[in-house]
């Protein structure tokens, strides 16, 4: 290694076979010759470094790459950054942190502007791999029960979570289970930012973001404009608006407490119906629940209740809802009421003593305590 490399600090990150191959195949002179490893010292962009083997006698060079190039070089992403994008993809944690712990370890990573185009590519292509897995599923599902070629009833397990907790999340997803085989068949993201917005609102004024934002629209990251808590509710009725095109009817619906995402599909099935029917091929996105029972439950060119979403509560939620209400009940009847005026007599002198209005705990009609075994 030459004094000119030791001079400056630079790590880098190598892959052991690749360096090993390059090694061994370098020239170097069989009389007095010797290896002489010259580091790439220069400012580097991203994880990936040109260094040089030199043969000390006839001065003959060799070029060695931490990891093995992918041709073209400049024009190519080179397979440590490939690697570093698919861990933050993986991970989910931001660009700044990911920068702030390699620079933490003498590292460079590249510009946040081309990492996070790299890395909503890798995004998308995980997106259309998890599209083509569920139709296979779906595909699956119906070719074992035999209804390839019809709406096929089934009932799935929903639920939404956030990036975050408390409501305050900028990304929400809400994904649907297929309750009989286990497995996931649908999810919906949602999203309150774009990061390629923020960015591009930060350099570019007013007027050119406007003209920089038309073409960027059809492939914005954000796609909902409402509360965080309002995501499970909307990302429910995407879910639903594709069921028939997948080829399913999400008859029974096994959810959380939650009762507003069920409201806004409970009669979505009976209102597309009678969309079809009066020939019209706008989308119903929300139906008022007063408004929809009449007309859903009476209707028979509609298919009546054999169209409309069943809620059918998980036993887990509804254990602990009961256990809550059980826990304050008991909180209630068990503490300490004031004492009756004849209590109060018996426990004048205690009671002046201590200066405090006499209490008495409650009973029940056959006079045993509240929570003391079977009353």
Request: a positive charge.
């Amino acid at each position: 290694v030459t004094e000119e490399s030791i001079s400056f600090k630079t790590t880098q990150i190598f892959d052991i076979d690749h360096f090993q191959q390059v090694f061994n195949n370098a020239h170097v002179c069989s009389e007095n010759g010797r290896l002489e490893f010259i580091a790439d010292t220069s400012p580097s962009v991203g994880l990936c470094h040109c260094n040089t083997l030199r043969c000390t006698n006839c001065g003959k060079k060799t070029p060695v790459t931490n990891f093995a190039s992918i041709d073209p070089v400049k024009s190519v992403q080179q397979e440590p950054n490939t690697l570093l994008v698919i861990a933050v993809a993986t991970t989910g944690i931001s660009y700044n942190a990911t920068k702030c712990i390699m620079s933490t370890l003498g590292l460079s990573i590249t510009s946040e502007v081309a990492f996070l185009h790299q890395l909503h590519k890798y995004y998308d292509a995980l997106h259309f791999f998890a599209a083509q897995k569920f139709q296979q599923i779906i595909c699956e599902l119906k070719h074992k029960y035999k209804k390839q070629k019809q709406i096929m009833n089934v009932t799935i397990s929903l639920d939404g979570t956030w990036k975050r907790r408390g409501h305050v999340s900028n990304y929400g997803i809400v994904f649907l289970i297929h309750v009989d085989s286990g497995k996931c068949i649908d999810y919906e993201v949602l999203s309150l930012l774009c990061e390629k917005c923020n960015i591009r609102k930060a350099t570019l004024s007013s007027k050119q973001f406007k003209k920089w934002y038309q073409k960027h629209q059809p492939y914005c990251q954000k796609n909902f404009n409402g509360t965080s808590k309002s995501m499970e509710k909307i990302g429910t009725m995407k879910l639903f608006e594709r069921s028939l095109a997948n080829g399913l009817r999400y008859r029974s619906m096994l959810c959380d407490g939650d009762s507003s995402a069920y409201e806004a599909i409970k009669y979505y099935y009976i209102n597309k119906e009678q969309q079809q029917i009066l020939g019209s091929d706008e989308d119903m996105h929300s139906v008022d629940s007063k408004d929809s029972s009449g007309e859903g439950s009476d209707g028979e060119e509609s298919g009546g209740e054999d169209l409309l979403v069943i809620k059918e509560d998980c036993i887990n939620h509804v254990t602990k809802r009961v256990m809550k209400h059980l826990t304050k009940l008991k909180q209630e009847k068990t503490q300490r009421i004031p004492a009756t005026t004849t209590t109060m007599k018996s426990s004048t002198s205690l009671s002046s003593s201590k200066k405090q209005p006499a209490r008495q705990q409650q009973l029940l009609d056959d006079n045993k305590k509240w929570g003391d075994g079977v009353g």
